[in-house]
């Protein structure tokens, strides 16, 4: 515990420099350390200790390996924060309801920006990491936007295992990936051999559905709780359909993505619709008005997909007791 406090209570990241008449600073135990992140090298001295974080899922993950005292800003909450980080974050400086500005993300003084969405970093709007990189400021991605490819809880343990040993804490990292893979077994443990049940999930859209593909995370917690995604042949993450389509594979259960700002709607003006479609009243879901409510970033890579998975096995599986 004594190293662990050590090697948490050193700051900074990035290559170490030397001042008059002193020496060059020492690596922290266990470093340094290299991360490819998204293709873009990251050597680290020693852990960062002023970190912006933007996207709630970041953020979360942070918290959740108990490093809220390296956190001077955040940005952009997408859902109701979990009940037990609350304080936490909102103890910390919001920088933005949206992405902040690359001079508000310089004016907190971060050693270490860590995005959740690809737009963290949005050239177009001067947050590339290149930009950061040339400011003196270290850049992490969540692997989730590391490329077009089928997401995975898997990638929600590495990422967790990758934000440890960039932070030097991974005996927390390690505790924490367990507690999470303990909750996706005993959800899975609740469903048994109950028959599949299929699922459409509504993010937003009227003329058009706007679903979760199948390289979404949110077709594998679908599949973990018992259930398999009627468009997990969409070969994205995303994507719009049509509700003939809809309609044709006959979901038995919609999960609605709930977003915390209701910029997609509110889960009610979502079920509304949903209820109010006359081509739709033939569906399963639909007729037996069964829907389950997902907060937007369980739906992501961060510690809030092994709750989902916990939250769809009860609705798809009511079933079955807890």
Request: proline residues 7%; aromatic residues 8%.
């Amino acid at each position: 515990m004594a190293l662990l406090a050590s090697v948490i209570l050193l700051a900074g990241c990035g290559p170490s420099g030397t001042t008059a008449g002193k020496p060059p600073a020492r690596p922290a135990p266990g470093f340094p350390v290299t991360i490819d992140n998204c293709g873009v090298k990251v050597t680290y001295d020693r852990p960062p200790s002023r970190v912006v974080t933007i996207h709630q899922q970041t953020a979360e993950l942070m918290l959740a390996l108990g490093l809220r005292d390296r956190m001077v800003g955040t940005a952009f909450p997408d859902s109701a924060v979990l009940p037990e980080l609350r304080e936490e974050y909102e103890s910390i400086p919001e920088l933005g309801k949206r992405e902040p500005s690359f001079e508000t993300i310089l004016e907190a003084g971060p050693d270490l920006v860590y995005g959740g969405y690809a737009s963290a970093f949005d050239e177009k709007q001067g947050r590339s990491r290149k930009a950061f990189a040339d400011a003196g400021i270290s850049t992490h991605l969540n692997r989730e936007y590391c490329g077009k490819r089928r997401v995975t809880m898997k990638d929600t343990y590495d990422e967790i295992t990758t934000i440890g040993t960039i932070f030097g804490v991974p005996d927390r990292a390690r505790a924490l990936v367990a507690d999470l893979k303990d909750r996706v077994t005993r959800a899975a443990a609740r469903v048994g051999d109950a028959p599949e049940v299929s699922v459409f999930v509504y993010d937003s859209g009227d003329k058009t559905a706007f679903t979760a593909g199948g390289r979404s995370l949110g077709t594998e917690l679908i599949r973990l709780a018992g259930g398999r995604n009627v468009f997990a042949d969409l070969d994205d993450v995303f994507g719009d359909v049509s509700w003939e389509q809809v309609v044709a594979r006959a979901p038995e259960v919609i999960a609605i993505y709930d977003y915390a700002d209701d910029s997609a709607g509110s889960i009610g003006q979502k079920k509304k619709f949903l209820l109010s479609q006359p081509a739709l009243a033939d569906v399963p879901a639909i007729r037996d008005k069964r829907f389950v409510v997902l907060p937007l970033t369980a739906t992501l890579v961060g510690i809030r997909s092994a709750y989902a998975v916990e939250d769809l096995a009860r609705g798809l599986h009511p079933e079955n007791p807890a």
